[in-house]
């Protein structure tokens, strides 16, 4: 199982076109759930930090639909109402998981955007650090 392994990717992933309520209930659900299911690496840092966090990657679908998002010169969608409710929600999980820095916004109907691109290049890296800490195989 993945869920309690500090060398995998968990990605949530949510439709920003809900109401706040709505995403709020779901993303602290998926967040929780994950919390009590991965144990604590001693030793303890600041704040009863665990040693080893969870990687966390938010991705919000249907940016494409919500029309307080634009997007930038560069192709990435991004939304002020998204970022700062993510924001305190990253605020309020920052001692159990490590969240990406980027919040991925991305158009539900386009294939090879450069939303896109950024995730998996968001994947490539936490893969990169991920196959550093293993120890290798024979």
Known sequence: HFIGDFNCIHVLLFDISDDIQQLEQHIIY????????ISVQEPLGLNGRSAQLAKIVLIGTHADLV???????DGDYTCERIQG????IKTRYMNDFDFHDKIFL?????????????LITCFNVYKE???????PTT
């Open 67 to 73: 029309s307080d998002c634009t997007k930038s010169d």
């Open 30 to 37: 998926w967040l929780e759930f994950l919390r009590i299911r």
């Open 129 to 135: 650090r991920i196959c550093q800490k293993l120890k």
């Open 106 to 118: 991305l158009d539900a109907r386009a294939a090879w955007t450069q939303s896109i691109k950024n």
């Open 85 to 88: 409710f993510l924001h305190t």
